[in-house]
């Protein structure tokens, strides 16, 4: 492999979590059922497809304009809480810092590395992490017409980052973000909820891991 591709919520981040949060909010509100297990099925997926698959589940059938206002209310208690995002909130299963510190590693050896997410919100997150300067190329939900499972968002990125797919390892929280990255004829090495997926190349328990991947140059 000669690249990275990152996905963003969930896997450099904690702010899957605030996503979870949000949607919790809007559907106590609207008393509709919503558990964690409903949650992981929204991970890469859009805000209005993540509203869809919420709305499944309620017996109302809400107007187009009664969805866009319910999905602007979620952004908005969305970004409230990301206003308060640092560094704390980058993803390790080992301990706080260690992204910070596969990041390092990785862009000391030259490796080419790209953010491929599903959010709008893409720019304010990595801003407000300043992790911005890792990356050669951020591909995210305002630049792209099909979100995952399609592989647009990752096809992007390897096209900004001169690579072929099939030299390009994508590093997943979602099992629609694995299913894009596998469409595209990606490496995939899953992380958190995609770590069991079937079909990934690595399962991955921390991000620190992708040091020690066979054929890394590190
Ligand atoms: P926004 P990723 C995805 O980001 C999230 O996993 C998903 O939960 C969210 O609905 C989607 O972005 C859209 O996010 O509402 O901020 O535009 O995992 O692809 O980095
Ligand atoms: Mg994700």
Same mark, same amino acid.
């Given at each position: @492999?000669?690249?990275?591709?990152?996905?963003?919520?969930?896997?450099?981040?904690?702010?899957?979590?605030?996503?979870? @949060?949000?949607?919790?909010?809007?559907?106590?509100?609207?008393?509709?059922?919503?558990?964690?297990?409903?949650?992981?099925?929204?991970?890469?997926?859009?805000? @209005?497809?993540?509203?869809?698959?919420?709305?499944?589940?309620?017996?109302?059938?809400?107007?187009?304009?009664?969805?866009?206002?319910?999905?602007?209310?979620?952004?908005?208690?969305?970004?409230?809480?990301?206003?308060?995002?640092?560094?704390?909130?980058?993803?390790?299963?080992?301990?706080?810092?260690?992204?910070?510190?596969?990041?390092?590693?990785?862009?000391?050896?030259?490796?080419? @590395?790209?953010?491929?997410?599903?959010?709008?919100?893409?720019?304010?997150?990595?801003?407000?992490?300043?992790?911005?300067?890792?990356?050669?190329?951020?591909?995210?939900?305002?630049?792209?017409?099909?979100?995952?499972?399609?592989?647009?968002?990752?096809?992007?990125?390897?096209?900004?980052?001169?690579?072929?797919?099939?030299?390009?390892?994508?590093?997943?929280?979602?099992?629609?973000?694995?299913?894009?990255?596998?469409?595209?004829?990606?490496?995939?090495?899953?992380?958190?909820?995609?770590?069991?997926?079937?079909?990934?190349?690595?399962?991955?328990?921390?991000?620190?891991?992708?040091?020690?991947?066979?054929?890394?140059?590190?």
């Amino acid at each position: @492999m000669n690249a990275i591709i990152f996905d963003l919520d969930g896997v450099l981040c904690h702010t899957d979590e605030y996503h979870y @949060m949000a949607w919790k909010a809007i559907a106590d509100e609207l008393h509709i059922p919503f558990n964690r297990e409903v949650n992981n099925q929204l991970r890469g997926v859009s805000r @209005m497809e993540s509203l869809e698959l919420i709305l499944r589940n309620s017996p109302v059938c809400y107007s187009e304009q009664e969805k866009f206002l319910l999905a602007e209310k979620k952004n908005n208690i969305y970004r409230e809480l990301l206003q308060n995002i640092t560094s704390k909130d980058l993803a390790d299963g080992d301990g706080l810092g260690l992204p910070i510190c596969a990041l390092e590693k990785l862009h000391a050896v030259h490796i080419p @590395m790209a953010i491929g997410s599903s959010s709008k919100n893409t720019p304010l997150i990595v801003e407000k992490l300043g992790i911005g300067k890792f990356f050669d190329a951020i591909v995210d939900g305002n630049q792209i017409s099909h979100s995952k499972p399609d592989p647009e968002v990752f096809l992007l990125a390897a096209e900004k980052l001169h690579q072929k797919p099939s030299d390009c390892l994508v590093v997943e929280d979602a099992e629609a973000g694995v299913k894009a990255a596998l469409n595209g004829g990606f490496l995939v090495a899953g992380i958190g909820p995609a770590k069991d997926c079937p079909n990934i190349n690595y399962p991955l328990l921390s991000l620190s891991e992708l040091l020690a991947i066979e054929g890394h140059p590190a």
